[in-house]
């Protein structure tokens, strides 16, 4: 799965010299957080909700509301935004979008094409590839069992669902606790609770859960 198969798209783009509370209107009026920032077609920055409201005057501050008001119309976007933006493509695997927006605690990064910015991966995009991995939507059992980290397990799994007519809707492998292990977590549809334990019990090494 390739970024530009989740990104948000048509993206939402603020011009530099928008003043913040232009900009805050525009980001709740769409139900955005974040937007890149485009001068002449170009990106120069990325601005998020957050970064505006702390520009903003407090709630407890002594100007009055002409005062406040002159001075949100006197800071811009450019003076809050973030300058050097981290960017992906289109065809950057999603895994890889994931990584930098988890090992740089961002929300999202904008996608570009020939210097041009055509949408955004957020971490709600993410957020929404995650309940499609694990089958959140749909109905099934769902299994979480340990195994050994060898090769064949996971074909043994799944050939012993599939003998017995059942069909997966996800599956997923993770870290365990021990380097030689791996937890495996699926969902399959068309068979029971208790039949599907009585089928893995004998190919992984513990249930650590399973419910309908």
């Not at 605690?105 to 949408?119: A, F, N, S, W």
């Not at 499609?132 to 069992?145: D, N, S």
Request: glycine content about 6%; cysteine-free; proline content about 6%.
């Amino acid at each position: 799965m390739l970024v530009g198969e989740r990104m948000s798209k048509p993206v939402i783009t603020i011009p530099p010299d928008m003043p913040i509370s232009e900009a805050l209107n525009l980001m709740k009026k769409e139900h955005i957080r974040r937007a890149p920032v485009v001068k002449d077609a170009k990106l120069v920055g990325i601005v998020s909700d957050k970064d505006l409201l702390n520009a903003s005057p407090s709630p407890v501050t002594t100007l009055s509301i002409w005062e406040m008001n002159y001075l949100l119309s006197k800071v811009t976007v450019s003076q809050v935004m973030t300058s050097n933006v981290m960017i992906v493509t289109e065809d950057t695997p999603i895994e890889q979008a994931a990584r930098i927006m988890a090992d740089n605690k961002i929300g999202g990064l904008p996608v570009l094409r020939d210097g041009h910015v055509v949408g955004i991966i957020t971490e709600t995009d993410l957020f929404k590839v995650f309940l499609e991995l694990l089958g959140a939507r749909e109905p099934g059992v769902r299994v979480t069992a340990l195994i050994e980290d060898q090769p064949g397990q996971l074909a043994i799994i799944t050939e012993a669902i599939g003998k017995r007519k059942g069909n997966f809707i996800a599956f997923g492998q993770f870290s365990a606790d021990k380097p030689t292990q791996k937890i495996v977590t699926f969902k399959v549809k068309g068979l029971t609770q208790d039949d599907v334990k009585e089928i893995i019990m004998p190919v992984v090494k513990e249930i650590v859960d399973i419910r309908s």
